[in-house]
């Protein structure tokens, strides 16, 4: 992919885009694949300001035999990445500033076309916000975002709730993948997609959105990469992480030869590398450093909004019971007496029970004037409260180990449990949000559009059928749970937290007799949310790939 004017061999890898604004500058980010030298940012109106970006490489960027892109990775080995940033100050409100970046290498000067950037904006400027989430390089996602310029024309922000990409340390899925829907490609309208049906064979490339709007990122569990290795494939890497405290135990057991000087550097990042981490996706982002906000948890005021983003995500596990499956309820039976190899259920990564970091954090920013002030309250994280998914199941909480033997003390069955009356959603952190009078909580993880209002009038929006769905579970499609597990209360159908969906209030899907669905998960029709802060309505649209000519619906809207 070259979004450069270059006529070099070097071209900019991505086109360059928008971070985290404040009232008077905000952060202009590109990446390429050569160090370089006098990488700027020209911006004003004749182009004739500049400022020299910083350059950081990325540490744990790879590829390996499943990428698909140019080059020898038979192995899994390094690919070298660098990023650049450089932060314009002295900016006004409401004024809409020209900008190009260029990079220089080799004595060949690549630079990006011409985009335009603006600080955060006042207070009661008409805003559009796009809701999205779970792109992941799957199918529709090129068509959606094309769909949403084509309807909407410029967003003024993207708030993105997880999962961007599959496997977080593999390069090409966020720039060049050569299938075509990598991450920055379709969000700058550089992809190139195909979707062939009866009707026709259409490209799609995406929309130009964060090269003019800035993009609010959260952690998802494809933010997550679990123990480092230098020769695992990525997928394996990807799975394979267990809990902080299982390798903290590790490590004490062999610290004396891990780390023989005791260095508190040695110790983090052993136990970092021997669970999971999030480096690349800290690394790709900017986020605001302040005393409180960090890169797992921050809030930020835009405009009328209250943005407030929480880590709230865990390792998705396989409800597959079959005997060597690493699964969520269960070990595989072949690695019973293996425990380095256990995957110790679905694990939460970051606390968000009642007295953790995050929680007290969360506590005092629901305190505070900038939340309390807000016009608009909106809370953004991965995983669902309230979905006819199939992640609502087991309960957001940190499994239960049980170990069975048999009379000689053979492990016969490793199994996790998940009490209902723990879920730290539910339990701990929905009673902060009502009480807060908070106006949306928005999430993904389940590949579906379903929406949902509490009896305190708090609605819930999962629009995250943008690529491809994992289906709904009502009626006869029930969630794959454990047959003995019915003491637990786990709920086959509808959302296991007890809300009926809402029916879409403006053009419904209807089933095959007619009636009216709560939902759209399909492989075909392709879904996006826009939040208007001038109207203070979501408004949900939809988009059928099958017949490419067609008109793009708008099918619910709610205030907020």
């Not at 300001?49 to 038979?74: P, W």
């Not at 005092?364 to 409260?385: G, N, T």
């Not at 939040?531 to 793009?552: A, C, I, M």
Request: glycine share 6%; with cysteine; net charge negative.
């Amino acid at each position: 992919m070259s979004s450069s004017n270059s006529n070099s061999a070097y071209s900019l890898l991505s086109d360059p885009f928008l971070q985290f604004p404040t009232e008077s500058s905000i952060k202009v980010v590109w990446f390429t694949e050569f160090p370089g030298v006098k990488h700027k940012v020209l911006y004003g109106e004749n182009l004739d300001k500049e400022v020299i970006a910083s350059t950081t490489q990325l540490s744990r960027t790879r590829e390996d035999e499943q990428s698909k892109v140019k080059g020898d990775y038979s192995q899994t080995r390094r690919r070298e990445i660098w990023r650049h940033e450089g932060e314009i100050t002295g900016l006004h409100q409401g004024e809409k500033i020209p900008y190009k970046v260029v990079s220089l290498f080799e004595n060949n000067k690549m630079e990006s076309k011409i985009f335009s950037l603006t600080s955060s904006p006042k207070k009661e400027t008409p805003l559009k916000i796009l809701l999205t989430s779970d792109h992941q390089l799957k199918p529709m996602v090129a068509a959606n975002l094309q769909k949403v310029v084509e309807t909407i024309d410029q967003v003024d922000a993207i708030f993105f709730a997880g999962d961007l990409v599959n496997i977080p340390d593999r390069a090409s899925e966020w720039f060049d993948d050569q299938r075509g829907g990598a991450f920055f490609p379709c969000l700058q309208g550089l992809a190139n997609y195909k979707i062939k049906n009866e009707e026709a064979e259409m490209v799609y490339h995406g929309g130009q959105l964060i090269q003019f709007a800035p993009l609010f990122p959260t952690i998802g569990n494809h933010e997550v990469m679990g123990k480092w290795s230098k020769n695992k494939r990525l997928s394996k890497q990807f799975v394979d992480a267990i809990p902080r405290e299982v390798a903290q135990d590790i490590y004490l057991e062999k610290a004396d030869i891990i780390n023989a000087n005791y260095d508190d550097n040695i110790k983090e990042n052993w136990i970092k590398n021997n669970s999971f981490n999030t480096d690349t996706y800290e690394e790709i982002f900017s986020f605001p450093q302040t005393e409180s906000n960090n890169s797992h948890h921050y809030a930020v005021t835009f405009g009328d909004i209250r943005l407030v983003v929480l880590q709230v995500t865990n390792i998705w596990r396989s409800p597959s019971l079959e005997k060597n499956v690493t699964g969520r309820y269960q070990e595989a039976e072949r690695q019973f007496n293996n425990p380095e190899n256990w995957g110790y259920g679905q694990h939460i990564f970051k606390s968000i029970e009642k007295g953790s970091k995050q929680y007290q954090w969360l506590e005092k920013e629901l305190r505070s004037e900038a939340f309390q002030q807000a016009k608009y309250k909106i809370v953004m994280f991965h995983h669902p409260v309230h979905t006819l998914g199939g992640n609502i199941v087991p309960p957001y909480t940190n499994p239960i180990q049980k170990i069975n033997k048999d009379s000689d003390g053979n492990i016969t069955e490793i199994r996790y449990e998940y009490p209902q009356e723990n879920d730290y959603i539910i339990r701990d952190l929905m009673p902060l949000l009502e009480t807060a009078n908070v106006n949306l909580v928005f999430y993904g993880h389940s590949h579906l559009w379903n929406r949902f209002i509490s009896s305190n009038g708090i609605n819930f929006l999962e629009s995250s059928n943008v690529g491809n769905s994992y289906g709904a579970h009502l009626g006869e499609n029930k969630r794959l749970i454990p047959p003995d597990y019915s003491p637990l209360n786990y709920i086959e159908i509808g959302d296991a937290n007890g809300l009926n969906p809402v029916i879409p209030n403006l053009a419904p899907l209807i089933d095959e007799n007619n009636n009216p669905l709560p939902y759209i998960a399909s492989n075909e029709i392709t879904v996006f949310s826009i939040l208007d802060t001038e109207k203070g309505t979501v408004s949900s649209y939809y988009f059928d790939t099958r017949q490419p000519n067609s008109n793009v619906i708008k099918f619910d809207e709610f205030a907020i």
